[in-house]
C-alpha cells in the first residue's frame, strides 16, 4: 500500500478483494480497511458487491445476471480515471423497493453509463456511503443509485466474488484473492444462507 500511494500521487487507489462465497472476504476487509486507514493516512471508501445485486434478477440461471455487472465495470473505470459515478444502493431497494411513482421526481437529470437518472431528494431513512453526495433513480426501473462526484486522491476497496472481471482488472491497483478450505466455506453458506442451492452443492 505505501508503494502504491508513492506511485499514485493525487490519483485514486483501486483495491479488490475476491474469492469464492463465505471464503472469508468481508473478514479481510475489515483487517484491510483498518490497516489502509493508517497506511495511507485516509480511510478507504469500502463499496460491498452486495450493492450491485439485481433485485429482479435474484433467480437468473447465469450467477453473472444477478448483478448490475455493467455498472460495477463502469464505476470502476469512472474510479481510476477521477470521474463522478452511480452505485445501485440494493440495501435501500431491501428495504425500501422500488419508486414505482418517478412522475413526482426532481426534473435534474443525470446521464451515467448511457442511462439518464432522476434525482430524488424527497428523503428516505437509508444508510449512508461514506464519499456519496446524493440519491438518484433510475426512471427505467425505479432503483435507487447513489452519486459518487469525481474525486482525486481517495482508496477505494471492492469487496466480492465478481468484482474484478476482465473488462475492469487493468483498473485496479491491487487485486488480493482470498481462499479457505471447502468444509470450513460450506459451514459457514449454512449458518450464513441456509439456501437451497447451498445444500444442493453439499450433496
Not at 27 to 40: G, M
Not at 65 to 81: G, H, Q, S
Amino acid at each position: 500500500l505505501k508503494e502504491i500511494k508513492t506511485k499514485k500521487v493525487g490519483g485514486n487507489i483501486l483495491l479488490a478483494v475476491t474469492g469464492y462465497v463465505a471464503s472469508g472476504k468481508s473478514r479481510f476487509c475489515s483487517l484491510l480497511r483498518s490497516d489502509a486507514e493508517v497506511l495511507l493516512r485516509n480511510p478507504p471508501i469500502y463499496l460491498p458487491f452486495d450493492l450491485w445485486i439485481n433485485a429482479g434478477k435474484r433467480e437468473a440461471a447465469k450467477y453473472a445476471e444477478r448483478f448490475f455487472l455493467a455498472d460495477l465495470i463502469e464505476a470502476v473505470r469512472c474510479i481510476r480515471n477521477g470521474m463522478r459515478f452511480l452505485v445501485p444502493r440494493y440495501d435501500i431497494i431491501k428495504t425500501v423497493g422500488r419508486m414505482e411513482d418517478t412522475s413526482r421526481l426532481s426534473t435534474q437529470k443525470l446521464l451515467w453509463n448511457n442511462k439518464p437518472f432522476l434525482r430524488y431528494g424527497a428523503g428516505i431513512e437509508a444508510p449512508s456511503l461514506q464519499g456519496a453526495t446524493g440519491l438518484y433513480i433510475d426512471p427505467s426501473n425505479g432503483y435507487f443509485y447513489s452519486l459518487f462526484p469525481a474525486t482525486t486522491g481517495a482508496c477505494f476497496l471492492l469487496d466480492g466474488t465478481l468484482v474484478v472481471p476482465q473488462e475492469a482488472r487493468s483498473h485496479y491497483d491491487l487485486m488480493v484473492f482470498v481462499q479457505a478450505p471447502w468444509p470450513m466455506r460450506v459451514a459457514r453458506m449454512v449458518r450464513r444462507f441456509n439456501r437451497k442451492e447451498v445444500f444442493g452443492a453439499t450433496k
